[in-house]
C-alpha cells in the first residue's frame, strides 16, 4: 500500500509521538473531529495540544496503516492502533490497547485541512476498564 506523501508524513510523526510535526501538516486553521469522543481541535496549536494529551494517556501509541482509498481529495485509512492505555492515577495500573479505526482526511495544497478519526469508544473503554 502506497500512501500519499502528506498522510504517510501524519502516520510517521504519530507513531513518532511527535505532536507539532503532526500539527505542522495541518492547514493553519485545519481541525480534527474525534468522532467516538464528540470533540473537535482547530488551528495547529489546539492539534499539537490534543495530540500530546493523548501520546501522554498512551504513551507507547503506535498505528499500523493497513488499507486507503482515495477519493478525490478525501483519503480514508483504515489502521491498527495498539498502545498501554496509562491513567492519571498511577495505582490503577496500566491496561494494554488494540483497536481498529478509521481516519477521514481531507487533503488540500499539500497540507490537511480535516481529519475525523472514527473507532469503537465502548470496545476503548471496556479495554482500559
Known sequence: MTLDPVVAALYAAYNAHDAQAAAALYAPDGHHDEIAMGQSRAGRDALAEGLS?????????AWQPLNAVRSGDHVAVFYHMTGTFTPRAPATGTRAVALDGMH??????????????????????????
Open 53 to 61: 494529551g493523548f501520546f501522554r494517556m498512551l504513551p507507547d501509541v
Open 104 to 129: 477521514l482526511l481531507k487533503l488540500a495544497g499539500g497540507v490537511i485541512e480535516m481529519t475525523q478519526d472514527y473507532w469503537d469508544k465502548d470496545a476503548f473503554l471496556a479495554q482500559i476498564g
